[in-house]
């Protein structure tokens, strides 16, 4: 894909104009950056923006400035250019078929998050010799905000709530109500 020379008013001339047969990237930074802003002001959590759907540099370099900071990751390449265009962002690599090799370039460019759809790709990610046996996941973590899990309420409501202060409240079901007896 080459780069235009010509600055046009809008998408609708150009394509009106020169009627491409291949595909063609419209990019407008102040679009895009406007957008991602709104994501984290309405979002409470890490906004994760799946590097895949668009892998352009210039694309991941202006929701960078907007302030993205985490990445979800599909391929070294991937890796790399996130960790040198955002050094502290949080990289998630969730591609499902990853070669060994792949696995142990993520881990040495540190990325601490991965998905794993068997308990063997786990191992790998962990480097767990194989005379062991896993048996199970648990996975921990800490959120970034104040969460309070409270009982449901009497009309059995489970949707989750913020207060004035912003405290994350998640009903809850008591253990007598999952237990069978």
């Given at each position: 894909?080459?780069?235009?020379?010509?600055?046009?008013?809008?998408?609708?001339?150009f394509?009106?104009?020169?009627?491409?047969?291949?595909?063609?990237?419209?990019?407008?930074?102040?679009?895009?950056?406007?957008?991602?802003?709104?994501?984290?002001?309405?979002?409470?959590?890490?906004?994760?923006?799946?590097?895949?759907?668009?892998?352009?540099?210039?694309?991941?370099?202006?929701?960078?400035?907007?302030?993205?900071?985490?990445?979800?990751?599909?391929?070294?390449?991937?890796?790399e250019?996130?960790?040198?265009?955002?050094?502290?962002?949080?990289?998630?690599?969730?591609?499902?078929?990853?070669?060994?090799?792949?696995?142990?370039?993520a881990?040495g460019?540190?990325?601490?998050?991965?998905?794993?759809?068997?308990?063997?790709?786990?191992?790998?990610?962990?480097?767990?010799?194989?005379?062991?046996?896993?048996?199970?996941?648990?996975?921990?973590?800490?959120?970034k905000?104040?969460?309070?899990?409270?009982?449901?309420?009497?009309?059995?409501?489970?949707?989750?709530?913020?207060?004035?202060?912003?405290?994350?409240?998640?009903?809850?079901?008591?253990?007598?109500?999952?237990?069978?007896?």
């Open positions: 894909m080459g780069l235009s020379k010509t600055i046009w008013t809008n998408p609708s001339e394509l009106r104009i020169e009627r491409p047969v291949d595909p063609v990237m419209f990019f407008a930074p102040a679009v895009l950056q406007a957008t991602a802003h709104r994501f984290l002001d309405g979002f409470p959590g890490l906004v994760t923006y799946a590097v895949k759907s668009n892998p352009d540099e210039m694309v991941n370099q202006n929701l960078v400035a907007a302030g993205v900071e985490g990445f979800d990751v599909a391929s070294p390449a991937e890796i250019m996130i960790a040198r265009l955002a050094p502290t962002a949080a990289l998630h690599y969730n591609h499902p078929v990853r070669a060994r090799h792949e696995l142990e370039y881990v460019m540190g990325v601490k998050s991965h998905s794993v759809a068997r308990r063997t790709e786990l191992a790998q990610v962990l480097d767990i010799p194989e005379r062991y046996e896993i048996l199970l996941v648990l996975a921990l973590g800490k959120p905000e104040e969460v309070v899990m409270v009982p449901i309420g009497p009309e059995g409501d489970i949707k989750y709530y913020r207060d004035a202060n912003q405290v994350h409240y998640v009903p809850k079901r008591t253990l007598d109500e999952v237990l069978l007896p």
